[in-house]
């Protein structure tokens, strides 16, 4: 435990002296990577619930990050514009506002996703939750009213008052906050009764069964909370570029977050984290080296899972405690 705590501190430090060092050597561009890292390890968290505890490989991920992202594009064109949305609801730029209506869309659609999608189990489970995803891919890209094809740009960034979201430092900040909330609320939800549960559904259902617990309602709630998370990170993300399009929906996407999810190591609190830093400088570093940066993410993937199946963090802070 010891071990683990101090792989912990380290991994946090690290990840918050990053965007500092952006500012101390003049790089801003390193803001921008480092909120990425904070918004892909945040959309991980989400993952993280389903796959790392309830054993549940989603492959339509992509489909709650797109979500969160067009609830913030249009909130934030509306208010631009000053024209109502439907039943004369106003737009808005007001973050808290803006983020809220992408958590709730989020788990909404998670909902109604998971309502079905956990009917089914093994590679039917993953195919139906990638078909969703791209069901949502080819309805944004065929609807005109916020670009299409084109995708739909934020006019500024979703302001919270008192701070200045315009600037790189203060943005990554805030991206770096809702991270470490949702990693606080993942290590209670992973310590609860509830967490509990959530472990037995993915090993016995029988077991589960026994003791008066419906598995099917486990993973659902799971499911919900996953959306919702995944959701709020698809916002910052469109907060981040000041852009949104189909391609979130993608299911590279969902592969990205998987990939994330298993390199960092499955079930472990900083695995997200751990998993999108590494990403994110393979994609920047071997990305200005090779456009073909992807087959070595493949190599080093193919290791860990032959090697390391703990992921890094197994590594770094030894086995997990749980399944």
């Known amino acids: 435990m010891k071990r683990e705590t101090l792989a912990n501190a380290l991994i946090v430090v690290v990840s918050l002296a990053f965007p500092v060092f952006a500012i101390v050597t003049g790089e801003a561009f390193y803001l921008t990577l480092s909120a990425r ?8 968290v989400g993952l993280n619930i389903v796959l790392g505890l309830g054993g549940l490989v989603s492959f339509g991920h992509a489909a709650f990050f797109g979500i969160g992202g067009y609830v913030a594009g249009i909130l934030n064109t509306h208010a631009f514009n000053s024209e109502p949305l439907l039943l004369g609801v106003p737009g808005t730029d007001l973050a808290v506002v803006v983020w809220t209506a992408a958590a709730l869309f989020g788990s909404f659609f998670a909902f ?3 309502t079905v999608s956990l009917k089914t189990s093994g590679a039917y489970f993953i195919m139906i939750t990638l078909a969703f995803a791209q069901m949502l891919f080819y309805f944004t890209f065929s609807w005109p009213a916020y670009g299409g094809e084109d995708g739909l740009s934020l006019f500024n960034r979703n302001r919270i008052p008192g701070l200045d979201m315009e ?9 770096f906050a809702l991270l470490f909330t949702a990693l606080f609320l993942f290590s209670r939800l992973r310590g609860s009764r509830f967490g509990a549960a959530l472990l037995t559904s993915r090993q016995s259902d029988v077991r589960l069964s026994a003791v008066g617990i419906d598995p099917f309602r486990v993973r659902l709630v799971a499911f919900v909370l996953s959306g919702l998370i995944t959701a709020l990170a698809g916002a910052l993300y469109a907060d981040l570029n000041r852009f949104i399009s189909p391609a979130t929906f993608a299911w590279t996407l969902s592969g990205d977050l998987i990939v994330i999810i298993i390199i960092g190591g499955v079930g472990r609190l900083l695995g997200p984290l751990v998993g999108a830093m590494l990403f994110v400088a393979l994609e920047h570093y071997l990305g200005g080296i090779t456009e073909r940066w992807q087959f070595f993410l493949g190599l080093i993937l193919l290791c ?6 703990g992921g890094v963090m197994n590594a770094l802070a030894g086995r997990a405690q749980h399944g």
């Open 167 to 175: 600037d790189g430092l203060t943005f990554a900040f805030v991206c």
């Open 112 to 114: 109604l996703i998971g």
């Open 304 to 309: 860990v899972v032959l090697f390391a199946r």
């Open 37 to 44: 890292i904070a918004i892909l390890a945040l959309a991980g």
